[in-house]
């Protein structure tokens, strides 16, 4: 017998109703059925992404909705500011760079986020930029950026602000409207608690102006059909017609709980997430603005990070991830987003426990699910 | 109670092994558990395309493997003939304009297929085209393409033959390798007996010359990149985890089930559903050339042909569809396509019957489902 955990920041585990859901049969898309389900899809997406701006369901990966943000918004020859600071900043880089915009690039350390002062005179030296963008929670270091601080430093600026909040939407707090945020990116597997399939994607009114003049070339990811077919309850392309209605059930879990309930849920399992690393002698990659989404620890020195990731997944059953890009074998990231229970994360620690015990890294067993304990009972 | 089935061309009804495999636990897409699927997948989908070529899965609706051939063959000022013969033809034609490829557009009356000849003298004047993009089965109208002498003509010329087989692959008889068909491009929901959100994409290494030369922009839908994944057994963006893995599924039951039979399976289901079309008094739209996963009938005069499909489906749970683009409102489309049996066309037939009867057209009761059963006896 080999019991399965997941643990890692995309895909998250999937809820028995969700299961459920996926597993009934398929209905057709241009049904008052399936219109019914995309209107409370509509009206609860809104509320998960605190915002009264339409939130488009596209069905593709996060990435296909990274693409729509930039090629809906701008056009060859623009100028596009990206704050990157792992790897999925430097996705919009590359596509930027695809669709001939001109990026500049704040590059940021790994493992640190950006000071919005730094934004700020940026900005102030290149005011042909139309667009800024970033990432919530930047999933291969852990590290949550202050989108609140960035929105008052954009929304001053004739340039529109656009989040990547693939990771950590529904899990930790992005207050779209409020915060002047733009344009809000997200894809399914995350904080939704669903499989990967669909990406989501709100524009502003601000944003909306830019739609109108991009001459970016497009089909699939034309916002203007999007927004067409959303006006009527449907969308341009026969959608992942199960996922969504998966997604519905989602939202309504999500809603009952209440979103403020599960940002501290998630506050509560990263900190005793984090507490458990440092008992357990760990160094945090992200000291500053550790995600709630996911934890980011550095591998100690003489262990094999990827063999440790492997004996988890292989021999234990958990499956946590490790690192990606310039950190790939260097990391350890624990993801305590979307489904995700206290005892979830106790299980990985001890986990995470018995195999570093075991490849010889000198530490006291069960100092790391103590330390997890401790908060959690607070 | 109110049972419900679906006999639409798209999506279409799903196994209740395929409901299982997406009920199952999700797992993560980096692992060797995954992976082994992905492989059984590649391996299993070159068979259902005839192929030895590539066959690479995208995370999307259909329409996004058409933009995917677009983008990946072309670039900005090429000439590119589209065989436009209803509403998914006349697709090919924004998708190229959209990217600011010069399409050539040879209108076909909605339901007739292209004279092959004609196709030849057309290229024959335009030597400058670099793609011929064309449909298997077109939807809107229940006609098929004769893909083998497009095929014969096509491969004579420096032109690449790009077949939209969304609807159609896996139901009917399509081969890519013997026909000297460039690209296929198809989609989970209809011969594949799945839930929509993936499509798929086969390139033939005259094709491939074209994606190597090509400067349309792309990111999400690159085929360099997904080859590059492609060949580690890795998809360059998290793919719809659930659905390939269902896919896996699906690939064995049609292998299991052998793709000669199904397609004799899809054309006895057609004969009887035409036979019985034609004996209810109903025109078949597509005389020549009618598909084998799809019948298109004339709605008859004086009946109110939107109204016959809702009561179908809101009075007694048997969904059809209606007329597509011109044919809003003047045609019925009953499909016979993946997992449907010779008892799901006879119940849709009667209740076909049932609905105009009531609606005052003149025939005689059970004469349909008669001619079906003549036609499925044999």
New interface residues.
Partial sequence: MKK?Y?L?P?????PPEI??A????????R??QFQAVLKEVAENLKGAFQTKNDVFVL??????AM?ASVVNLLSWGDKALVIQAGKFGERWT??CQ???IKPIVIDVEWGKSLDPQVLKETLSKEPAVKAVFTTLCETSTGVTSDIKAFGQVVRETEAVLVVDAISGLGAIDLQMDAWGVDVVVS?S?KGFML???LAFLAVSKKAWKLVEESK???????LKKAKKAYDKTDTP???????VIALNEALRIMKAEGFENIFARHKKLADATRAAMVAMGLELFSSDAASDAVTAVRVPAGIDGEKLVKTM??EYGV?IAGGQGEMKGKLLRIAHMGYISEFDIILGIACLEKVLKKMGYAFELGAGVKAAQEVLIK
Avoid: M, N, V, W
């Fill in positions: 399965t997941l890692t995309g895909p998250t585990p999937l299961c459920e996926l597993s009934r049969p398929i209905i057709h898309h049904t008052p069905t593709s990966s996060g990435t296909g693409e590359e596509l695809a669709y001939g894809g597997q499989p990967p399939g970016c070339p497009k089909y699939y990811f034309d392309f026969t959608p992942a017609i199960g996922i997944r292989d499956t």
